[in-house]
RNA sequence: GGCCUGUUGGUGCAGCGGUUUAGCAUAUCUCCCUGUCACGGAGAAGAUCGCGGGUUCGAAUCCCGCACAGGUCGCCA
């Protein structure tokens, strides 16, 4: 090594021995005579002093450093003369007296700062990907990320679990998202596709017998990028066989919180984690990813409202339509501009309008509410009676504002529910230090797509009916309960998992049901098929995703601040320059002619 | 594909129709400095204000189009 000790490591006890630290200059202050370096490395800084009068020749050196330049020094710890401490620092008690000195490597002035956690454009840090993961913010991410993963690794391993690789190149099958393809040369026109998850290829584990697999796995999928979203990402790929779903999730639960006490002891979990079935958790927070760390839950006014004179809510009752509202704690004195701006908020998810209740203007009872004192453009086709009703069933005091939502029931949910995350938001609800976990639970087995006129699987085809709705899977899908269980934390989905099918008869059903035909069944699913006509087990797992879960604990609004390498919103590999053209020799070697369209 | 936001020296920001010769901080370069730690001091260099059109006597500033980026809807079993 070129090194005898790290940055981080220098403490009182080593002063008077002789180290040789290597790194890269943080910064260098430069006194004429006397010169400091702070010297980083992966583990810390080091504060080194160049004196003419130690070494003539390493100060000379000393004068020609830059930021970032690679140095390799020896020196003497010493302890810093009293008064020049600096507490700021972990090694601030000590320095290195530098007597030889060499420079391994010159650096260009970097493009952004390095030494100061200041935002710069992620352009440019995607860029040079290799110096901004050189930045404090980066590198503690990429800890973080480390620990979650070699903590994850040994809770499962004591449990039993085997760790397996699943290949890469795979079939493409349909349903779900878009496959990356990867074209074959040995069989001209015909693909490999990389796995969105290794779906049926854990299942295929526990036909083999392995019981309990997990996996750090890479996921590709071809969808447009979000802030949680990627091209690629990393799922803790869990399979286990002979459990039932409170297995999983008593597993699931243990692994969260002793990971949260081991690599974020600073942070707040609620245990035991708190059940919600999907059909509630749409119904008071509009999405099957509730923020639990805050309330303001959305409640039906339907009937109440509906008794009203306002035209805008007869229509939509007598349209089928429901009314739902929430409570906006003390923003009763919110201004035109504001609910203008939350008006057009809702109306941008497919609502037609926000509806507003002023609750006077001084804290109080609800009771107190005075009609004089209501501001609402539906007050004077409502009763005060109608209004304090519903005042009370959304627990408003006065002072409050009540924000309504009314139209087709799927619109109302998401509109409001979007625009309690957005009020939680904007009145600072949430707990920051909070880690609200839960599990939804009771998903439908099946969805109904408006838009192609089919029942589409709610999680994906592999799921397990409750046995007692087998029976009307053809002939009411959409009340078929699904043994399917999310975990959600703080507004994000964490983790998606299922009990699965384990006999062929049911899988194919379901595939038939989904609009196959046998022979379709036969060429997407047939090698799978008939895996399981050999003694499957029943079988299930989850699947949390690392990158949402490292994203969380750090802290970070985009998964891409917890991915060394990632892509920008629109799929490009920023330093590398990926996707790019390739040579015609490659193409012709995958039997493939580009289409000019 | 839709909607919203942004684009000003290397980086971060200000300027939002007229003494602006585009300002500030920091980085960079030169010189000075023996106890600094975001060292300090003096000086220098560095920008056709994302691109293209238009309005105007006059545009970084207003309008239109485009590009790029971020957020989001659609999409994401």
């Known amino acids: 090594m070129l090194k005898t000790h790290y940055c981080g490591e220098l403490k009182k006890g080593l002063v008077g021995s002789k180290v040789t630290l290597a790194g890269w200059v943080d910064r260098r202050r430069d006194h004429g005579d006397l010169i400091f370096i702070d010297l980083r490395d992966r583990t810390g800084i080091a504060q080194v002093v160049f004196n003419p009068q130690i070494s003539k020749k390493s100060h000379a050196v000393a004068e020609q450093m830059r930021s970032e330049y690679v140095l390799k020094v020896t020196g003497e710890v010493s302890l810093r003369p009293s008064g020049t401490e600096n507490l700021k620092l972990p090694s601030g008690a000590i320095e290195v007296i530098a007597d030889e000195v060499e420079i391994l490597n010159t650096s260009k002035t970097p493009p952004f700062y390095i030494n100061e956690d200041t935002e710069v454009d992620e352009n440019v840090r995607l860029k040079y990907r290799y110096l901004d993961l050189r930045r404090e913010r980066m590198l503690k991410n990429l800890i973080l990320r480390d620990n979650v993963v070699k903590f994850v690794r040994d809770f499962l391993h004591d449990k039993g679990f085997l760790e397996i690789e699943t290949p890469i190149l795979i079939k493409s099958t349909p349903e779900g998202a878009r496959d990356y393809l990867v074209p074959s040369r040995l069989y001209p026109g015909q693909f490999y596709a990389l796995p969105q998850s290794p779906q049926q290829l854990k299942q295929l584990l526990m036909v083999a017998g392995v019981e309990k697999y997990f996996q750090i796995a890479k996921c590709f999928r071809d969808e447009d990028s979000r802030a949680d979203r990627q091209p690629e990402h990393t799922q803790l790929d869990i399979e286990m066989s002979f459990v039932e779903e409170e297995d999983i999730l008593k ?30 958790a749409l119904e008071k927070y509009g999405s099957d990813k509730p923020d ?234 047939g090698g799978f098929l008939g895996a399981f006509e050999y003694g499957a087990p029943p079988h299930g797992g989850i699947a949390p995703g690392i990158d949402r879960l490292v994203m969380i604990l750090a802290g970070e609004s985009t998964i891409r601040e917890v991915m060394a390498f990632p892509k920008n919103q629109n799929a490009v590999d920023l330093m590398l320059e990926a996707p790019s053209v390739v040579r015609e020799e490659q193409l012709k070697e995958l039997h493939i002619r580009l289409r000019d369209d």
């Not at 919180?257 to 999907?278: A, H, Q, S, W």
């Open 251 to 280: 597993l699931m639960e243990e692994l969260f919180t002793g990971l949260i006490e081991k690599v974020k002891p600073d942070k707040r979990v609620i245990k035991p984690f708190p059940r919600i079935n999907y059909k509630d």
């Open 292 to 525: 639990l760390r805050f309330g303001m839950e959305m409640r039906d006014l339907t009937d109440i409202a509906g008794q009203s004179e306002f035209s805008v809510f007869k229509k939509v009752v007598a349209d089928g339509g429901k009314i739902k509202g929430i409570c906006a704690q003390g923003c009763a004195d919110y201004t035109r501009s504001q609910l203008e701006e939350l008006n057009k908020f809702v109306q941008s998810y497919g609502a037609g309008g926000l509806l507003t209740f002023a609750l006077g203007s001084a804290p109080g009872d609800i009771n107190n509410l005075t009609s004089d004192t209501v501001k609402s453009v539906a007050a004077k086709y409502m009763t005060l009676e109608q209004i304090k009703e519903i005042g009370q069933r959304l627990d408003a005091k006065l002072g409050d504002l009540i924000l309504v939502v009314a139209g087709k029931p799927k619109v109302v949910d998401k509109a409001l529910g979007e625009l309690r995350r957005e009020m939680g938001q904007r009145l600072k609800l949430a707990d920051p230090n909070l880690l609200a976990f839960a599990f939804i639970v009771n998903f439908p087995l099946f969805t109904w797509n408006e838009e192609t006129k089919h029942w589409e699987p709610e999680h994906h085809p592999f799921v397990w009916p409750w046995p007692e709705d087998v029976s009307i899977l053809e002939k009411n899908p959409g009340k078929v309960r699904a043994h399917c269980y999310d975990i959600v934390c703080n507004g994000f989905e964490l983790a998606s998992g299922s009990i699965r099918i384990h006999t062929p008869e049911l899988q194919r059903r379901i595939f038939r049901f989904l609009g196959y035909s046998d022979a379709e069944i036969e060429e997407k699913f």
